[in-house]
């Protein structure tokens, strides 16, 4: 597909990229960013979007995640199934507390999953989760990157505990609670914890000030 010659309807923005809708699938484009030089933003657009294709593939082996169907590095795109159904941040506090809380533990499963497996999402939060056909689908892994630092997994941890407790306030305990049992899947999650811990204390030290 020539994205650049076709119609297309934008559905989402980031600072890196936008999402357009076309022809049933989803196309993620890379934003080219007129500060930088034209080679140095054309050459890192390029291996981005290498290293999140990469990422997705290897994601993809091990959780449910929108399918590849084209990557395009000339154009910086990635073009992806359409997993139809709400995202996780609009549907998640309308169901059931029993099922939202299953969901969660969910959340926590697939995250001991990836993180075993040396992988970092960089981004979790539940507007890049859809839950369809009984099963949970993380997406976007524009800010994501390969480790088996205790640290790096415990920050992944702590944003998806502050998207709980920005966006689903008044549930945010019950559902931390429910991904933290899920997490302890893992087979580092004793160690993950009690860094997460750590960071949550440094992160209200920086408060102070």
Do not use: W
């Not at 999140?52 to 000339?74: G, W, Y």
């Not at 999402?121 to 088996?148: C, P, R, W």
């Amino acid at each position: 597909m020539n994205f650049l010659s076709v119609k297309k309807k934008i559905i989402a923005q980031a600072a890196e990229a936008k999402i357009f809708l076309i022809n049933n699938k989803i196309v993620k484009s890379r934003i080219s960013k007129g500060y930088r030089l034209p080679f140095l933003d054309k050459k890192l657009r390029k291996q981005r979007t290498r290293k999140e294709a990469k990422l997705l593939q290897k994601a993809a082996s091990l959780i449910p995640v929108p399918r590849i169907l084209a990557v395009n590095e000339t154009q910086s795109t990635i073009e992806l199934e359409y997993v139809k159904g709400k995202k996780l941040s609009e549907s998640l506090d309308t169901l059931p507390i029993e099922k939202a809380l299953n969901i969660c533990k969910l959340i926590g499963t697939q995250m001991a999953t990836l993180h075993d497996a040396g992988i970092i999402h960089g981004d979790l939060t539940t507007s890049n989760m859809i839950f369809a056909k009984e099963q949970l689908y993380i997406f976007d892994f524009g800010l994501g990157f390969e480790s088996y630092k205790t640290e790096d997994r415990a920050v992944d941890l702590h944003l998806i505990k502050e998207a709980f407790e920005a966006r689903h306030f008044a549930r945010a305990t019950a559902y931390l609670r429910a991904m933290i049992e899920g997490y302890k899947k893992s087979g580092k999650a004793r160690e993950t914890l009690r860094r997460l811990a750590n960071v949550e204390k440094r992160g209200r030290y920086k408060q102070q000030f």
